[in-house]
Nanobody, 120 residues
Framework: QVQLVESGGGVVQTGGSLTLSCAAS????????MAWFRQAPGKERELVTR????????YYTDSVKGRFTISRDGARDTVYLQMSSLKPEDTAVYYC?????????????WGQGTQVTVSS
């Protein structure tokens, strides 16, 4: 089992910055990939970014490229999402997710979510 706890959400003005953290605990040695998803009201949950836990390769959805940065701290079993130049359309609940063990596609552990609100 892996537990994920997000923190760092809040309210920020357009153009501002915010950093989210996701601390993993439990069988963290089994983590192979971690990601941030978001879900805005009335919309489906979407993948924002992901990072390979061992090699550090990353992926970003087009709408956040150049504005968001995902990083990891292996010693602390923590993944970060640095968000800058925030826009009102970034408003959503942000979820941290982890993929472990033999899982190849998708994510089998999820955090509780943290609200990010960008005011115009």
């Amino acid at each position: 089992q892996v537990q994920l706890v997000e923190s760092g959400g809040g309210v920020v003005q357009t153009g501002g910055s915010l950093t989210l953290s996701c601390a993993a605990s439990g069988r963290t040695f089994s983590i192979t990939n971690m990601a941030w998803f978001r879900q805005a009201p009335g919309k489906e949950r979407e993948l924002v970014t992901r990072i390979n836990w061992s090699g550090g390769s990353t992926y970003y959805t087009d709408s956040v490229k150049g504005r968001f940065t995902i990083s990891r701290d292996g010693a602390r079993d923590t993944v970060y999402l640095q968000m800058s130049s925030l826009k009102p359309e970034d408003t959503a609940v942000y979820y941290c997710a982890a993929r472990t063990g033999v899982v190849i596609v998708g994510y089998n552990y999820w955090g509780q979510g943290t609200q990010v609100t960008v005011s115009s």
